[in-house]
């Protein structure tokens, strides 16, 4: 119950939280069949400019993984879809799949 109006509270302030994403063990999730693809479709043509943080690389990614995943992963806890901004979307299902990618520290 805490826990409940804790997410409500933080959705109301529109913030989210994080996305409660975990690693399981037989994930298959890895840069090359997914988290390249992601980034390129959804978020290079905003983050690739040099004025915000870019995520060209797997170590950029890797070192802002907890903002990526309160901008725009979904998991156990939260759906987080304040990312990207405008344009093309993920389903929710990318979402929880880039949640468990980050969980498993983006291998
Ligand atoms: C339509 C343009 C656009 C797209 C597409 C976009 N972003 Fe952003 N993003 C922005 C802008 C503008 C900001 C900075 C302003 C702000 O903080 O709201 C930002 C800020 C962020 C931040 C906060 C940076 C920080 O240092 O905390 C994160 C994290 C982020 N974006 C992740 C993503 C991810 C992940 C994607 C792809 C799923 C994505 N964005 C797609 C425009 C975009």
């Known amino acids: 119950m805490k826990k409940l109006s ?6 109301a302030l529109g913030c989210g ?8 063990t037989n994930s298959t999730l890895t840069y090359d069949n997914f988290g390249r693809q992601f980034f390129a479709t959804y978020c290079d043509r905003c983050h690739a400019a040099g004025t915000r943080p ?4 797997l170590a950029q990614i890797r070192a802002d993984r907890s ?5 725009a992963a979904a998991g156990d806890s939260n759906v987080n879809t304040s990312m990207p901004e405008s344009g093309t979307a993920p389903t929710e299902a990318v979402r929880r799949q880039l949640g468990e990618w980050l969980a498993c520290n983006a291998p």
Do not use: K, M, Q
Not at 67 to 71: G, P, T, W
């Open 6 to 11: 804790l997410a409500l509270g933080l959705l």
């Open 17 to 24: 939280g994080s996305s409660g994403a975990t690693c399981p």
């Open 54 to 57: 870019t995520y060209s690389t």
């Open 67 to 71: 903002a990526i995943d309160l901008a």
